[in-house]
C-alpha cells in the first residue's frame, strides 16, 4: 500500500517541527553554565555563598538563586547582625548532606558566579533546599531581582513562615538591626 501524498506532508510537517524544536532548545541552552548536578561543597562563604568542586578539579562559585542573607564582615565594613547564624546553618546543611550537593545552574551573575539553586538529598526521596531553609529560619530574605528562581513561589512560602513566627531577621530587634 502506497502512502499518500497527503500523509507525506504531514509527516514532513511533523519532522520538520521536531528539528525547529531542537534547534531553539540548542540555541536557549546556556553552554557556560555546566548542567551537571552532583558537585561536593568546598568552602561557604557566607549566608548565600558556596564554592563547590568536582573529583576533577574543576571548582565553581555559587550564589544562591532568590535570597539575600546577611553579610559576613569584610574588611572594615561590619557583619550585619545574623550573618554568622546564616553562615553556620548553611555550614550545617553542608555537613548533613556529607558535602554532596545537586546544583540547578539558573544564569550566571556580573561576577562570573553561577546563581543557582542548591538542594541535597534528604530522607527518602525528599530533596531539601537550602533556600527555603534559610529563609524558615529567618536567616535570608527573598531578593527581588531580574532573574526568577525555578522555586521562587516556595521560597515566598517559605519566608512567609518566617515572617509570621518572627524568626531571625524578622523578629522585631533584628529588624532594627539589619
Known sequence: MKPSW????????????M??????FQR??????????????????????????QTDGSQMSVELCGIDAPE??????PAQALSNEAK????????AADNQLMIVPVEKDNDGRTVAEVMAHGRGEAEI????????NGLARTRNSSVECPNQLAF???????????????????????
Do not use: M, Y
Not at 497527503?6 to 517541527?17: C, E, P, Q
Open 19 to 24: 528539528i525547529t524544536a531542537i534547534l531553539i
Open 6 to 17: 497527503k500523509t507525506t506532508i504531514i509527516l514532513t510537517a511533523i519532522a520538520g517541527a
Open 72 to 77: 559576613v564582615k569584610q574588611g572594615e565594613v
Open 28 to 53: 536557549t541552552n546556556q553552554p557556560s553554565i555546566a548542567l551537571t548536578e552532583e558537585w561536593i561543597a568546598t568552602q561557604v562563604a557566607d549566608g548565600d555563598s558556596i564554592t563547590v568542586g
Open 88 to 95: 553556620d546553618k548553611l555550614l550545617n546543611l553542608v555537613a
Open 129 to 136: 533546599s537550602f533556600q527555603e531553609e534559610l529563609l524558615k
Open 156 to 178: 515566598e512560602q517559605a519566608q512567609d513562615i518566617a515572617k509570621a513566627s518572627k524568626l531571625g531577621i524578622w523578629n522585631q530587634s533584628n529588624l532594627e538591626r539589619h
